[in-house]
């Protein structure tokens, strides 16, 4: 518990993966607890927001990552080396997925039954819900760089690493998810300013 109190909330250092890779069950949980709310995160963009696929596929990249830790080297950060696993594992499942699902089939996010917010946070969750609905709408070669880059605030070169291309790939790959995102956008542009 000591070790939870001083490292950062999402760096693992070095001794805890050594002691992950030695079988540590303490360790272990450590790594989970720094690193599942990163791996969701990705998977619930990666399953255009449905989120008992990303919880699914959540608990497969960390019984990968339980067996497989071994396999790291230390050659790139960890943070790289998990992001790649991550990245694999949701394109396999998309690829295993795609084999039972109608290609033309979209899944919409799930509504709460809550009580109606404030107008102005309803306003933000219906802008935040368009722009989601339009990353997940991109391809997932120019999904996965912008969920890459602005939800887990990868450098290109981190980028380029967990999706084994290179830089000037990443910056390409970005520069068509923005035009295509300021296209399905362009809308709420327009409302924003009517609204001021």
């Not at 303490?26 to 989970?32: I, K, P, S, Y």
């Not at 998990?82 to 033309?104: P, W």
């Amino acid at each position: 518990m000591e070790r939870l109190a001083i490292m950062p909330e999402t760096r693992i250092d070095e001794q805890v993966i050594k002691d992950c890779q030695e079988g540590d069950r303490e360790a272990f949980r450590l790594l989970f607890e720094a690193y599942k709310d990163r791996v969701f995160s990705i998977a619930v963009y990666s399953f255009h927001g449905d989120q008992t696929a990303a919880g699914d596929v959540t608990q497969q990249i960390f019984l990968k990552l339980m067996t497989s830790i071994c396999q790291f080297r230390g050659e790139s950060q960890f943070t790289t080396w998990l992001h790649r696993l991550v990245v694999n594992t949701c394109i396999d499942e998309q690829r295993r997925r795609k084999r039972y699902l109608d290609f033309g089939e979209t899944i919409a996010l799930p509504t709460t039954g809550e009580r109606k917010p404030p107008e102005r946070r309803y306003e933000r969750r219906e802008l935040a819900d368009c722009v989601k609905a339009a990353i997940n709408e991109l391809k997932p070669k120019l999904r996965m760089p912008v969920l890459l880059k602005y939800v887990d605030e990868l450098s290109y070169e981190e980028i380029a690493s967990v999706l084994g291309c290179s830089k000037g790939t990443v910056a390409s790959r970005l520069n068509r998810g923005h035009k295509q995102l300021a296209r399905r956008l362009a809308h709420l542009r327009d409302q924003v300013a009517l609204e001021d």
